[in-house]
Structures are given as structure tokens and as C-alpha cells.
């Protein structure tokens, strides 16, 4: 059976296409992995996809659309047979969100550097909530565009704390030029000159991995 991550944020810009493509680029070189953009006509990350195979970069990733609940449902069981499938989500509650926490075995929830994403978080927490009803929810935040030991990053931690309770990643992806190059020329910034941001990749990846419990 695959292993489902689901990338869901109410805010739109929170950096889901980044946390999404960048972790399928990077899954991929560990087994058959496929990105499923959820965010049509938008697309974001299968044009990202679009990029990278005109770059010859394609690896062992496939990328695919849903435009509805149903359609995903469908796709995902269609994909029996690949390691990992990632769910790019959409900017808004919808059945699509809903359909992506009950799939998923793991959910990732980036969270920028902005107390406006804290309180779009917590719009998400009733359905997290809900989902919880249905089955157990693996729900992570993730902290993007992070400038660590900054006043503003401090109170953001403790805002999301006190407003959320969710647990974080302990991986933090930083503000950094390479994921808006990363983003536009159809790789991952780990195939990029930036080591910083390299470091970001792997971690998030390795954390990924122990969550969903799979072997080294
Ligand atoms: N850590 C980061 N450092 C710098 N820029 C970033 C970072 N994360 C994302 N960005 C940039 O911010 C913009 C929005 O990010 P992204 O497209 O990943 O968000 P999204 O949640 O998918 O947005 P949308 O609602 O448009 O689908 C992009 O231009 C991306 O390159
Ligand atoms: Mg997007």
C-alpha cells in the first residue's frame, strides 16, 4: 500500500506547492512516487511537473489532477501499486480537504511567517476534529518561510501553541530565494547549489519517513 501525505492549508500561498513538489521531487528518488495536484485549474504543482520533465529531471515521479472528492478517491486507488502519493490541496475547506485528512497518513500543514496563517490554521482544526470521527489523523504544521531566532518566529511558536495545539515538524523550511527558483524551474531545492536549503529537504524528508514509519 502507498503511503498517502496529504499538504492542506486553508491560506492561499502558505507554501503548499512548495512543501508538495519539493517532497515528491525528493520521495521519488526513493521509490515510485506520485503527485496529485488537488488545486485545479490553478495547478501549480503539475506545472511545476510540466517543468521539470522538459528538463529531463522526470526521475521516477508521475504526476496526476483531481478536480473533485470523487475523482481523487478514484486515483488514489488507482495507485495501489506506487511507494508514496502526495495531495497537493487546495486553498480552502472543501470536500477535496476533507477527502485529502481521511486519505492521508500523514497531513502537513505549512505555516508561514504570518499570524494570518495561525488564524487559518485554526479554521482547519474543526475539520481535523470532524476527520477524527472517521479515523485517526496524522496532522503536522510546518513551518515555512521560518527565520529562526527572530522575535517574530518566537511569538508566531507561541501564538500557534496557545491558538492550535498542533504539533510542528521539527524540520523548518527557511525564507529562502532557492524555493521560489526550486518552485519555477521544476526541481527540488535539494538539486539546487543552496546547502541550507538542501539540509531543509533531506530533513523534511527523513521526518516524513520516520512518521509514516517506514524502514530506512
Ligand atoms: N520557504 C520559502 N522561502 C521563500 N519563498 C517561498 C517559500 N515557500 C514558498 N515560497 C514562495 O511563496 C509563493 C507561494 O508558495 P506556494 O506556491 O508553495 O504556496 P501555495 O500554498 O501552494 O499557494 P497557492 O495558494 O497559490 O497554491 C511561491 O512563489 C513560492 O516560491
Ligand atoms: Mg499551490
Known sequence: MPKVIGVIQVKGGAGRSTVSTNLAGELSKLGKTILID???PQGTSASWYAVRVQSGKKGGLTTDTASSHQELVT????YSKADYIV???PP???ELTRAILVLADLCLIPVGASAAEIWATNDLLALITAAKQ???INARMVWTRYRPNTKLA???SELATKELGLAA???TLGMR???MQALGEGLTVAELADQSAKVEARSLVEEVKKLLKVKP
Open 177 to 179: 530565494v532557492t524555493y
Open 87 to 89: 495531495l497537493d490541496g
Open 169 to 171: 515538524l521539527t524540520t
Open 134 to 136: 472517521v479515523k485517526a
Open 92 to 94: 480552502r475547506i472543501a
Open 154 to 156: 518566537q511569538e508566531l
Open 38 to 40: 488537488c488545486d485545479m
Open 75 to 78: 486515483k488514489v486507488q488507482e
